[in-house]
């Protein structure tokens, strides 16, 4: 791969509220993809694909629900 992927951004986990913690899930989710296909060209001809598949997007929430709940501990948001 030629070009280097932070999958942590500012490298923490820690966020001042729990709507910033879900945006950095998003992000954090949207990262895994990019750094698993690289390739621009090739996840915006898939794009249309997983648009209009609902596994395909349930799949999506999936991984950042989990990235989320990472967060979330991090923070101690459920205290």
Known sequence: MSESITLIPNNSLLTNTPEEGRQLAVKMAR???KMTQPDAEVRDRLRPTY??????????????ATEFA??????????
């Open 31 to 33: 990262l895994i993809i």
């Open 51 to 64: 648009a209009e598949d609902a596994s395909m997007l349930i799949a999506i929430g999936q991984v950042v």
């Open 70 to 79: 990472t967060i979330a501990k991090a923070n101690d948001y459920w205290k």
